[in-house]
């Protein structure tokens, strides 16, 4: 059975930083792109960052391009998002999600939600002072 178990949320003051990590079981990491999303209450799901299956790639929103780093263990089955330098913007509920990729996407890192077919339950992130 496949599984994403997302951690490491929180309540946080501004400037502060965060380490996301999402657990997987069930499944190859190896062979999967993971991206990081989140949704604001009243706002629409939005990519944050995502990597390539090969983890040679990675695709951030421009919202947190140079604050976020994504970053894969394959190992550990686990994917990280270091959250630095956090604004009141940044609250949601961060999602992260599995999309398998064959051998000649392996390098692709696309944050398109409708390209990703599993999905865990998600971890609330509060930016506040």
């Known amino acids: 059975q496949l599984q994403l178990v997302e951690s490491g949320g929180g309540l946080v003051q501004p400037g502060g930083s965060l380490r996301l990590s999402c657990a997987t079981s069930?499944?190859?990491?190896?062979?999967?792109?993971i991206g990081w999303f989140r949704q604001a209450p009243g706002k629409e799901r939005e990519g944050v960052s995502c990597?390539?299956?090969?983890?040679?790639?990675?695709h951030t929103a421009d919202s947190v391009k140079g604050r976020f780093t994504i970053s894969r263990d394959n190992a550990k089955k686990t994917v990280y998002l270091q959250m630095d330098n956090l604004k009141p913007e940044d609250t949601a509920v961060y999602y992260c999600?599995?999309?398998?990729?064959?051998?000649?996407?392996?390098?692709?890192?696309?944050?398109?939600?409708?390209?990703?077919?599993?999905w865990g339950q998600g971890t609330q992130v509060t930016v506040s002072s």
């Open positions: 069930g499944f190859t990491l190896d062979y999967y792109a």
């Open positions: 999600a599995a999309d398998y990729q064959p051998l000649l996407t392996a390098d692709q890192a696309m944050c398109d939600d409708g390209e990703y077919d599993y």
């Open positions: 990597i390539s299956s090969s983890g040679k790639n990675t």
